[in-house]
């Protein structure tokens, strides 16, 4: 507008996964929704720290999660991205406990799922 141009400045930014991708269930973890199987490896971070050993799917701690969680994964092309953190503020309210016996099943033979201390709310949306 006024001819005046500015200086050349190199810049970077990124661009990471929406915290969406971060779900809570059973009120006694919070996994990666990788419902289009896109990811093959994951580590958790606390407060921007990595939180040592999770590096699964799911993040269980049994004294609750207070702090911002956030997830780098692993995609299956090889790319490391970041999803943001989210904000969790849950402490346990109950010990759940689900044990599957016979312990090693067969195809075709009936086994048993025990579920204890949950209530019907918590299976809600739950596929087994």
């Known amino acids: 507008m ?18 969406s991708f971060i779900l809570m269930k059973f009120n006694a973890l919070v996994l990666c929704n990788n419902n289009e199987n ?3 490896s994951y580590q958790w971070y606390k407060n921007g720290d990595a939180i040592t050993g999770a590096t699964k799917q799911f993040y269980n701690d049994p004294k ?5 969680y ?6 299956t092309d090889g790319k490391t991205l970041k999803l943001c953190g989210k904000y969790l503020n849950l ?9 599957v016996f016979p312990n090693r099943a067969i ?9 204890n201390n949950l ?10």
Request: proline residues 2%; aromatic residues 14%; charged residues 15%.
């Open 2 to 19: 006024n001819g005046y141009e500015s200086f050349l400045y190199d810049f970077n930014f990124t661009i990471n996964l929406s915290s």
């Open 38 to 40: 896109r990811f093959t």
């Open 64 to 68: 609750g999660f207070s702090g911002i």
């Open 70 to 75: 956030a997830l780098a994964v692993v995609t």
């Open 91 to 99: 402490m346990p309210s109950k010990v759940s406990e689900i044990s």
């Open 107 to 115: 195809i075709n033979d009936n086994f048993v799922i025990k579920i």
């Open 119 to 128: 209530t019907t709310d918590d299976l809600v949306g739950t596929i087994m």
